[in-house]
């Protein structure tokens, strides 16, 4: 099997707080692993590529010091949505590739709501 | 730059019919594509790989794809309302697989 799970899967918080996604490989290890941002009815948007022991790679216009990556173990990486605003409520979605192959395994997603 | 083209639909078809959803993509050397199912606020799910020229089954789905046209298909048979949903296709690009913008398809019961 090829299970990615992400943690929490709804969170509320309040604009000027910080909130860490989990995203989890569970019966793999994951050496690299990417997160995306889906806006309602909008396209997947990939954020960063997190590589088991290195800095994350971002993409252009994601800022690196707002969303902290962190990939610590080969099954666990972290994102940090830090001072969150409103703007930054939106859908955050992980996946993870096997080694050796190039399909993309989805965690289920996290909806953050800035309030 | 590596991309995928895809109608964003939405595209319509009535319960039993065949839905048919199509994807060119710009790298000539890709050798396997995927598609994803997305359902309305949920991540997307892989449903089906193919690797090679010509159909690949599953169930009710059927992969196409033409290399020389660079072109790759989904069919569902015997549609449901239970497949509607936004339908992604992807290949992988130099690290992340580059994904289609998806057909969001309606199956009207």
């Known amino acids: 099997g090829a299970v990615v799970s992400q943690h929490p899967s709804r969170v509320i918080c309040k604009s000027g707080t910080s909130v860490k996604i989990e995203c989890r490989s569970l019966?793999?290890?994951?050496?690299?692993m990417f997160w995306y941002r889906q806006f309602p009815k909008q396209s997947l948007m990939l954020m960063a590529t997190?590589?088991?022991?290195?800095?994350?790679?971002?993409e252009q216009g994601v800022e690196k010091d707002k969303f902290l990556i962190n990939h610590a173990s080969l099954t666990l990486s972290t994102l940090t949505v830090t001072s969150a605003h409103p703007e930054d409520s939106s859908f955050y979605i992980c996946?993870?590739?096997?080694?050796?192959?190039?399909?993309?395994?989805f965690g289920q997603g996290t909806r953050l709501t800035v309030v | 730059q590596k991309e995928v083209e895809q109608n964003s639909g939405p595209l319509s078809v009535p319960e039993g019919a065949i839905a048919s959803l199509n994807c060119t993509y710009s790298?000539?050397?890709?050798?396997?594509f995927f598609w994803y199912r997305q359902y309305s606020g949920k991540s997307p799910e892989l449903i089906m790989s193919?690797?090679?020229?010509g159909d690949k089954e599953d169930g009710r789905f059927t992969a196409q794809l033409n290399k020389a046209s660079q072109y790759v298909s989904l069919l569902i048979r015997d549609s449901q309302p239970s497949d509607s949903a936004t339908y992604l296709c992807?290949?992988?690009?130099?690290?992340?697989?580059?994904f289609g913008k998806g057909t969001r398809l309606s199956v009207i019961a």
């Open positions: 996946s993870a590739t096997k080694t050796g192959g190039p399909e993309a395994f």
């Open positions: 019966d793999f290890q994951a050496t690299t």
């Open positions: 992807a290949f992988p690009g130099n690290t992340p697989l580059v």
């Open positions: 193919i690797y090679s020229n």
């Open positions: 997190s590589n088991e022991g290195s800095k994350a790679t971002y």
């Open positions: 790298d000539r050397g890709s050798q396997s």
